[in-house]
Nanobody
Framework: EVQLVESGGGLVQAGGSLRLSCVAS????????IGWFRQAPGKEVKGISC????????YYLDSQMGRFTVSSDNAKNTVYLQMNNLKPEDTAVYYC???????????????WGKGTLVTVSS
């Protein structure tokens, strides 16, 4: 069973940082692309990034998110989202998702995590 578990969310003041983790299990990690998404209150889900451990690449879907950096630890089947200089508008539930196969990117999601809430206070 494909499982994704996010953690690391919480309440942070504007200007602060958080690192989210996404631990994957139940599938061959490098066969999938892993994406980070977020959903702000009352808004649609928005893509943040898409990473593939097979070739070590990451692309970011929104250039305005230059404050966000994705990294991974393949030995731990974990993808991280480092978020710096957080703003109140970054308040959202953050999700990671897996897409198969890895070379098709993250447009079609096969499995979602349950999400972790990030709240940025002004």
């Amino acid at each position: 069973e494909v499982q994704l578990v996010e953690s690391g969310g919480g309440l942070v003041q504007a200007g602060g940082s958080l690192r989210l983790s996404c631990v994957a299990s139940g599938f061959a990690f490098d066969d999938y692309a892993i994406g980070w998404f977020r959903q702000a209150p009352g808004k649609e889900v928005k893509g943040i990034s898409c990473s593939t451990s097979r070739d070590g690449s990451t692309y970011y879907l929104d250039s305005q998110m230059g404050r966000f950096t994705v990294s991974s630890d393949n030995a731990k089947n974990t993808v991280y989202l480092q978020m710096n200089n957080l703003k109140p508008e970054d308040t959202a539930v953050y999700y990671c998702a897996a897409s198969y196969p890895w070379y098709n990117g993250c447009k079609v999601v096969d499995a979602w995590g349950k999400g972790t809430l990030v709240t940025v206070s002004s």
